[in-house]
T-cell receptor, first 117, second 115 residues
Framework: ETGVTQTPRHLVMGMTNKKSLKCEQHLGHNAMYWYKQSAKKPLELMFVYSLEERVENNSVPSRFSPECPNSSHLFLHLHTLQPEDSALYLC????????????????FGPGTRLTVT | RKEVEQDPGPFNVPEGATVAFNCTYSNSASQSFFWYRQDCRKEPKLLMSVYSSGNEDGRFTAQLNRASQYISLLIRDSKLSDSATYLCVVNLETDRGSTLGRLYFGRGTQLTVWP
């Protein structure tokens, strides 16, 4: 159904753990995004990659570290997280806005529900 | 000031009703507009893009008023399956002068359609 997959779907980790979230898109897009969605808050953009280059980092704490090895894969490496980092982490992809004439609607993966204990 | 503002609702309507959601955006340089739908504990899914002339997709009609910086979504003949949160989404031009695929999301308007 969706062209964007994320693993794991659920993750519980302690504050001293290191884990990684994975995102893969099968839509032929060349821009990928990480968002955070906390309860009763709008989606917050964390990182933007276009053509595998990080374009934007919205002042996200360094305990979140993205990696984009190619246009189909995106990772979010997590370490020493805080309980307030518990949220739904969503990956999205789109056509690069600089090369697309048909708009750049973003398509989301199902998300990873993260709980930090 | 929030970039995108929506009435959070909730809207509770009977099947068959017509319901309208409104959204305002703060930056007049906004270029693209969308409505997304998000079911409980699921990811947002694109419902429709919003074009300057207004557009319709079945029971859904979207309107854009650039002068008032206002977007609307009208749902006719509501179905139980329309129950979800509807997100108003706006693309803003960056201050670097180039359009960035950055989307600003409203908090969403919750809709419940009851039998």
């Amino acid at each position: 159904e969706t062209g964007v997959t994320q693993t794991p779907r659920h993750l519980v980790m302690g504050m001293t753990n290191k884990k990684s979230l994975k995102c893969e898109q099968h839509l032929g897009h060349n821009a990928m995004y990480w968002y955070k969605q906390s309860a009763k808050k709008p989606l917050e953009l964390m990182f933007v990659y276009s053509l595998e280059e990080r374009v934007e980092n919205n002042s996200v704490p360094s305990r979140f570290s993205p990696e984009c090895p190619n246009s189909s894969h995106l990772f979010l490496h997590l370490h020493t997280l805080q309980p307030e980092d518990s949220a739904l982490y969503l990956c999205a992809s789109s056509q690069d806005w600089r090369t697309s004439n048909s708009g750049f609607e973003q398509y989301f993966g199902p998300g990873t529900r993260l709980t930090v204990t | 000031r929030k970039e995108v503002e929506q009435d959070p609702g909730p809207f509770n309507v009977p099947e068959g009703a017509t319901v309208a959601f409104n959204c305002t955006y703060s930056n007049s340089a906004s270029q693209s507009f969308f409505w997304y739908r998000q079911d409980c504990r699921k990811e947002p899914k694109l419902l429709m893009s919003v074009y300057s002339s207004g557009n319709e997709d079945g029971r859904f009609t979207a309107q854009l008023n650039r002068a008032s910086q206002y977007i609307s979504l009208l749902i006719r003949d509501s179905k139980l399956s329309d129950s979800a949160t509807y997100l108003c989404v706006v693309n803003l031009e960056t201050d670097r002068g180039s359009t960035l695929g950055r989307l600003y999301f409203g908090r969403g308007t919750q809709l419940t359609v009851w039998p």
